[in-house]
């Protein structure tokens, strides 16, 4: 395990130039910057779609095998750690190493949770870090909760989330085979594994109605999926303590923590983003760090990368709210 004692982190407007700008031109920037999104009503109404099919499959909850919900469950938690530990541990941040069969897995467990290939997931997430609450962040959450839960799916990107987005270096994305793979074959996989296949399971090992296992492993779980990554951009980011910085919005949320199965350390994560476990509580309620360690212990991760305790209690003295 690597110990970082004075690890470089994103910070906003890092690296950008300052150069003088006329008053005319600042001025129609920002009113441009200022202009309302173009609302994308293909995505508004297949959400909308989405989510009554996620209440109506509530409804035969009851009238499924209990299998299916354990598999519906287990789903789920596939689909999780593909975001956890894969777009967002591995990928956006390189907080270990994964040998070529945890790349492979996490690859399709990412096209499971259809949030977007990994490349264009972790492009953004790296925007996300260095422009934190600025227009440059793709779910800007003092834009409100609404907007950086779900909004910011339902309009264009901010233009100035595309052009950060081509400033930064995403070389190591591309040098990746199974990030490229699974971006050029990214709706087929999502097709295969995040309805057909969880789908097809109950009703051939167990009998279970197409119907049923449908809407249970494949719409609600899907749905439920969506909205536990999506809490980690709003409400991590309003709710909760910030013990290790309190000049930034991201916040502690043990409620986000439990869904997210360990995301919701958030305030330290925008503090340490470089370390593997996102938290400084080690294996306390994260199960995403339970299974990287695990892939360690099996030789099929490596080199994960720490905060030092040192490290952790100074910038606690120094920046944080006195909370922890």
Known sequence: MVSVENG?????????????????????????????????????ILMSLLHI?????????PKAHPLTWMWAYLCFLVTALGVTAGAHRLWSHRSYK??????IFLAVANSM?????IFEWSRDHRVHHKYSETDADPHNATRGFFFSHVGWLFVRKHKDVIENGKKLDISDLLADPVVVFQRKYYKTSVVLMCFVVPMLVPWYFWGETLWNAYFLASILRYTVSLNV???VN?????????????????????????????EGFHNYHHT????????????????????????CWLGLASDRKTASPQMIQARKKRTGDGSA
Not at 237 to 249: A, L, Q
Not at 285 to 293: A, E, L, M, S
């Open 98 to 103: 994964a040998k070529l069969p945890l790349r």
């Open 234 to 262: 709003s409400a991590a980011h309003m709710y909760g303590n910030r013990p290790y910085d309190k000049n930034i919005s991201p916040r502690e949320n043990r409620f986000v923590t439990f869904g997210a199965i360990g």
């Open 53 to 61: 099919g996620a209440i109506y499959s509530l409804t035969l909850i």
């Open 113 to 117: 949770a259809f949030q977007n290939d």
């Open 8 to 44: 470089s982190k994103m910070r906003n407007g890092e690296g950008m130039s300052c150069k003088p700008v006329e008053a005319k031109g600042q001025e129609a920037a920002e009113a441009a910057s200022q202009r309302p999104q173009q609302i994308v009503w293909r995505n508004v």
């Open 229 to 231: 990554t999506w809490l």
């Open 272 to 295: 340490f983003p470089f370390d593997y476990s996102t938290s400084e509580f080690g294996l306390r309620f994260n199960p995403t760090t339970c299974f990287i360690d695990l892939m």
